[in-house]
């Protein structure tokens, strides 16, 4: 199933409390458990300005969904084409 980067712009995301971020994240929860497993939630990073989720999905169109029904931004969608690290340089 295709990987998926989303690019959330989301001002003042880096100072969002503990419980700021707890509240979103069960909110994306509860989405994710009324879309069923086809969509599953990886991981995010927040930055400054910006909430970086991967995702995996069938298609751009079950992220957006997703964004749509949790009420967050989802300024970029871009599928995951390859994934590398250190190791692909060995």
Request: contains cysteine.
């Amino acid at each position: 199933m295709p990987k998926f980067l989303i690019e959330r712009e989301i001002p003042g995301a880096g100072q969002l409390s503990a419980n700021d971020l707890k509240g979103i994240s069960a909110k994306s929860c509860s989405v994710i458990e009324e879309l069923g497993p086809q969509v599953q939630w990886v991981q995010s990073y927040v930055t400054g300005d910006k909430v970086y989720c991967v995702y995996i999905a069938p298609d751009e169109a079950a992220v957006r969904k997703h964004a749509e029904m949790g009420g967050f931004p989802a300024n970029r969608v871009s599928e995951v084409r390859a994934v590398i690290d250190p190791a692909t340089a060995e």
